[in-house]
């Protein structure tokens, strides 16, 4: 399109530009962003859920061979989310973020984007120090965070953060900052803040299989 010569026509046409840009980055962010932090509570329920399954479960296994097979069926469900598809995060040589960084990076490398930063945030423990951790009542879950920087459109990142939860469905996006770039209106400087569940006691999977075998070994 050729701009007219007429300096004050060719302003009226950068605002109308500048109008319809900000217009569509408010649908996209509404529409497309939004919902992921409107799921923060029901992800963070899931994890509360699975704690109690646990709970559940090692009551169960106490009782008659009534509860045998529900219990065992919970128990290898939990195995499987932990384990098999690894959506309760482990630390590779004791480290969280590398692991985090490795599924961040790949989703991102799967759509042709490339993170700026992605930086630990530290977090609360939920064990007390003096707490057992094999209690009845002790907490099972723990949370790890990762703040990521990236820059990309809103649709991009709609594309990201969708490829990450369906991925792991225990995921949670929990903050996401965007800041637009002058030298590329389509492109922002974004801030997002990714939260997984962690084991309390790294342990707490092998004793669910010993579980599981005491639950088969009863059935049988």
């Given at each position: 399109m050729k701009l007219p010569e007429d300096s004050?026509?060719?302003?009226?046409?950068?605002?109308?530009?500048?109008?319809?840009?900000?217009?569509?980055?408010?649908?996209?962010?509404?529409?497309?962003?939004s919902p992921y932090l409107q799921h923060k509570q029901e992800k963070r329920a899931k994890i509360e859920e699975?704690?109690?399954?646990?709970?559940?479960?090692?009551?169960?296994?106490?009782?008659?061979?009534?509860?045998?097979?529900?219990?065992?069926?919970?128990?290898?469900?939990?195995?499987?989310?932990?384990?098999?598809?690894?959506?309760?995060?482990?630390?590779?040589?004791?480290?969280?973020?590398?692991?985090?960084?490795?599924?961040?990076?790949?989703?991102?490398?799967?759509?042709?984007?490339?993170?700026?930063?992605?930086?630990?945030?530290p977090a609360p423990k939920k064990l007390d120090e003096d707490q057992d951790p094999d209690a009845d009542d002790a907490p099972r879950f723990n949370t790890y965070k990762v703040n990521v920087n990236i820059k990309c459109s809103f649709a991009e990142l709609t594309q990201l953060l969708q490829a990450l939860e369906n991925e792991n469905p225990y995921l949670c996006i929990t903050r996401i900052g965007v800041v637009g770039q002058k030298d590329d209106v389509m492109k922002h400087a974004i801030s997002f803040d990714v939260e997984w569940p962690t084991w309390v006691n790294s342990k707490q999977p092998i004793k669910l299989v010993a579980q599981q075998m005491i639950a088969k070994s009863a059935k049988e």
């Open positions: 004050e026509e060719r302003k009226k046409i950068f605002m109308l530009i500048g109008i319809g840009v900000a217009a569509a980055c408010y649908v996209l962010y509404s529409f497309g962003i699975l704690e109690g399954k646990i709970w559940r479960a090692q009551l169960d296994v106490r009782k008659t061979k009534t509860y045998l097979q529900e219990n065992n069926d919970v128990i290898a469900k939990i195995i499987d989310v932990s384990e098999n598809k690894l959506q309760i995060l482990h630390p590779n040589l004791g480290n969280y973020l590398l692991v985090a960084s490795d599924i961040i990076n790949r989703q991102a490398d799967n759509l042709n984007l490339v993170t700026d930063e992605i930086r630990e945030i």
